[in-house]
């Protein structure tokens, strides 16, 4: 089999290291199942973002759901980030981080009425709304509160991005967004709510996108929806992309963000206004690997499988969307012979494996392998089914290494059921 490097994850000397540590002397430490991240890559490809829009005006609003952690967020509140936030818990997560609210942006196609209220009262910098009953209970609220609220408008613009069916979101068929043809009259109404003040024009068409075409079609639709406006003196600030820019998995040929930016670029300058973007995956998922061991190996008529101690429940992405990751062991085998296995967890059900006849080194009991590419859409979907406890998270700095969640033990699964049953 082959074995890849990704961004800092490097074999040296047959073994991977995450930036100066072999990643087996953090597993000595904590264990297995882990996730294990790179705050110099997360910085590297925040400041390569950053700097391919450096022509204009900008702001990066790091999407929150794609990697919570307390310490991840930290990261991107040194590098001055924004943060895109989806839920109560999101904006708590990053004012926890200890950032200011006012660089918080509430996105979410269905937001509560509490929620509503909270982002209000803690101020955050603005509310992304999908549907005009939302931007209507959006200006209720904030009279009551006496404030302003700042709204941006999700329009989908009805682009196809050649994503997977399931991290697609800007097609008209999709549930997200208000369609582009009923924007303008949306625009229009809410313009005149006294306690809203129409900030932007917003657009997230999907995920993993690694063709910038998609992109310029969806921001052509935008621009031509705000020059209208502005035509009727409703001028907006900002304009809003979203995220979706995609990375290399294992084959595909990953976005190429300065080429993206290029093309972007003059239709942003047209514009002559703020530009928004809320990547996620492109920011962390290759800061990260799911390091996990062998449990057993056996052959079921001719079909080979390794049982490993990771399992859906840490990383869901190929149960739920038959996602493509890169597997390879920490160790360099040399010597060993190559199977076509399928790489699976001990959960009671056929949808929890990783790998599909791959080819992989026949391997033995407690081999370490790293699944690749998990930094993003990773712990943040894991979930305690079969009551599996949660792995921990370490981040890696140059030489050193910290825990940034433990592993999740017996008594942080059970404390409120416990609790309760007390009476
Ligand atoms: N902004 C909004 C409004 C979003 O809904 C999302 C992701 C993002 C930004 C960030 O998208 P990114 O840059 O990470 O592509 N669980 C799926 C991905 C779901 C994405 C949901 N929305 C997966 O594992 O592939």
Known sequence: MEYINYGEFVYKNDELYCEDIPVSQIIRNVGTPAYIYSKKYITRKYLSFSDAFKEVDHKIFYAVKSNSN?????????????????????????????????????????????????????????????????????????????????????????????????????????????????????????????????????????????????????????????????GEEINLKHVDVGGGFGIKYKTEIPLNIIATANKLIPLFKKLDCEIYFEPGRFLTANSGILVSKVLYSKKNMNKHFIIVDAAMNDLIRPSLYDAYHYIQPLMVLNGKKDIYANIVGPVCESGDFFAKERVFPLMSRNDLIAIMSAGSYGMVMSSNYNARLRPAEVLVDNHSFSIIRSRETIRHMLYDEEELLKG
């Open 70 to 230: 307390l310490s991840i967020l930290k990261i991107f509140a040194g590098l001055g980030s924004y943060f895109d936030a989806n839920s109560i818990g999101e904006i708590e997560r990053v004012e926890r981080a200890g950032v200011s609210p006012s660089r918080i942006g509430f996105s979410g196609v269905g937001k509560t009425e509490e929620e509503i209220e909270f982002a209000l009262s803690n101020e955050i910098l603005v509310f992304k709304s999908e549907s005009e009953e939302e931007i209507i209970l959006i200006d209720q609220i904030a009279g009551r509160l006496n404030k302003k609220a700042l709204v941006s408008v999700r329009v989908n613009p009805d682009v196809d991005p050649h994503t997977h069916p399931y991290i697609s979101t800007g097609l008209a068929e999709n549930k997200f967004g208000i369609n582009a043809a009923d924007s303008l009259d949306v625009f229009r109404r809410c313009s005149r709510l006294k306690n809203v003040i129409l900030d932007g024009i917003d657009m997230h068409i999907g995920s993993q996108i690694n063709n910038p075409e998609p992109f310029v079609e969806a921001v052509s639709k935008l621009s031509e929806i705000f020059f209208t406006l502005k």
